[in-house]
């Protein structure tokens, strides 16, 4: 698909009422995930939720009598797409929320869209206008912010916020590639078996280190994991999912433009997390950069009107 169709994609109801769930569940699940892991194993927190979330997410299958066969040719395929739209992603953030305020792990997080940008210009040859390159510039230099103030004050742990970043840069690829995926395989049907494996993995770690601090979950724990179950892994992942694949790949990062905000302000206001000028500044630079990103060009608008 050419640059010019990508940012000229007309948006249906559908597809419109779908971005609007995904944003808000994934927007205040980050103080619900930073209630969910303050004092609990994180890769067990993931864990639990992913069990609970398959049943919600079978039922989603067969609801809407999707086949969940995936040919043996695709099993390839399908493990990168695993391994770059959700492994890294969970087995990372998850911990790296723990070092860092709910509100600003979002903020990190969702530079996913700039770095989407980016891959597609260096790996699928989709051209950056000049004013786009100013957009991944603000971004980086709200991603300096942050990463200055975490050294600066020690009110987290750098490591946290490179994780959350490189996490982000991986899945922006997972997206790229889903969208270009040749699986004939209805996407529900490559959620589900993504998340299968991803919760797989994520027990495996919880068993190797975490078992000795396993202790049943307080009642906010629970609150969180199921969030999570319901929400996240039932519903908007595997949401997500289906637009990634059926919308141009920078299109469909259009979803996450509102997430970091709504966790910064959800987190001061759940959490009472305190935030810095920094986080206002980043938050603004993000917004601007992934507008860059998103916004059709002159020539794209002209285009798409006939023009």
Same mark, same amino acid.
């Given at each position: 698909m050419s640059s010019a169709s990508s940012a000229? @994609?007309?948006?249906? /109801? /559908?597809? *419109?009422?779908?971005?609007?769930f995904i944003t808000l569940a994934w927007g205040f699940n980050w103080?619900?995930?930073?209630? =969910?892991?303050?004092?609990?194993?994180?890769?067990?927190? /993931?864990?639990?939720?992913?069990?609970?979330g398959l049943p919600v997410l079978y039922v989603m299958t067969r609801s809407m009598k999707v086949p969940l066969h995936v040919p043996r040719h695709g099993w390839r395929e399908?493990?990168?797409?695993?391994?770059?739209?959700?492994?890294?992603? @969970?087995?990372?953030? %998850?911990?790296? %929320?723990?070092? #860092?305020?709910? =509100?600003?792990a979002a903020i990190l997080g969702y530079t996913m869209p700039i770095f989407s940008a980016l891959v597609g210009a260096a790996l699928f040859g989709q051209r950056l206008a000049g004013r786009q390159w100013l957009g991944?510039?603000?971004?980086?230099?709200?991603?300096?912010?942050?990463?200055? @103030?975490?050294?600066?004050?020690?009110?987290?742990?750098p490591w946290a916020a490179l994780g959350m970043l490189m996490a982000a840069a991986v899945w922006a690829l997972g997206t790229q590639q889903l969208r270009r995926t040749q699986l004939a395989s209805h996407t529900l049907a490559l959620g589900w078996w993504m998340t299968i494996a991803t919760t797989v993995?994520?027990?495996?770690?919880?068993?190797v280190f975490e078992r000795g601090a396993w202790r049943a979950p307080p009642p906010a724990v629970w609150f969180a994991v199921i969030y999570n179950a319901v929400? *996240?892994?039932?519903?908007?992942?595997?949401?997500?999912?289906? #637009?990634? /694949?059926?919308?141009p790949p920078v299109a469909s990062?259009?979803?996450?433009?509102?997430?970091?905000?709504?966790?910064?302000?959800?987190?001061?206001?759940?959490?009472?997390?305190?935030? @810095?000028?920094?986080?206002?500044a980043a938050v603004v630079l993000m917004l601007a950069a992934i507008g860059s990103v998103l916004w059709p060009s002159r020539g794209s608008r002209a285009a798409a009107s006939g023009g």
């Open positions: 000229s @994609h007309a948006f249906d /109801r /559908r597809q *419109i009422g779908l971005l609007v103080p619900v995930l930073k209630t =969910g892991v303050t004092d609990f194993p994180p890769w067990t927190f /993931r864990t639990l939720s992913m069990l609970l399908l493990a990168v797409l695993t391994f770059t739209n959700m492994i890294v992603w @969970h087995v990372v953030a %998850i911990v790296a %929320i723990q070092a #860092l305020s709910s =509100g600003r991944v510039a603000a971004a980086a230099v709200g991603v300096a912010l942050l990463l200055w @103030h975490e050294l600066a004050h020690m009110a987290g742990r993995v994520m027990g495996l770690l919880a068993i929400l *996240i892994f039932g519903i908007a992942q595997p949401l997500w999912l289906v #637009l990634a /694949r059926e919308l990062t259009l979803s996450v433009m509102m997430i970091p905000v709504l966790g910064a302000l959800s987190g001061a206001w759940l959490l009472g997390e305190t935030l @810095h000028w920094q986080d206002g």
